[in-house]
Nanobody
Framework: QVQVAELGGGLVQTGGSLRLSCTIS????????VAWYRQPPGKGRELVAA????????NYEDSVKGRFTISRDSANNIMHLQLNSLRPDDSAIYYC??????????????WGQGAQITVSS
């Protein structure tokens, strides 16, 4: 698994925007695609968006499509998530990690500290 650290997060009103960053430190990193996950209060972690590191192409869960944008700075091994038009149900702890299929999220055992996002109504 990649070694990561999430930066950003905070409290924002409905309709607001935030930007998250993920620093990636792993000498084998180029073997992985990377993703953003989130864990809402009282729920399990869920996939939000993933990026093909080589091409920069992103894929999104339906709940965030058109509102969130995933990107990467390949020179510095940093991934970003731009969150626009935030809603209260986007409130969660956001994590970055190696991309795995939804059924395999529980197999990821090493996580960063995450970034808390709270969207007020």
């Amino acid at each position: 698994q990649v070694q990561v650290a999430e930066l950003g997060g905070g409290l924002v009103q409905t309709g607001g925007s935030l930007r998250l960053s993920c620093t990636i430190s792993d000498r084998t990193f180029n073997n992985y695609d990377v993703a953003w996950y989130r864990q809402p209060p009282g729920k399990g972690r869920e996939l939000v968006a993933a990026i093909d590191w080589r091409s920069g192409s992103g894929n999104y869960e339906d709940s965030v499509k058109g509102r969130f944008t995933i990107s990467r700075d390949s020179a510095n091994n940093i991934m970003h998530l731009q969150l626009n038009s935030l809603r209260p149900d986007d409130s969660a702890i956001y994590y970055c990690n190696e991309f795995v299929g939804k059924l395999d999220i529980s197999k990821l055992t090493r996580w960063g500290q995450g970034a808390q996002i709270t969207v007020s109504s």
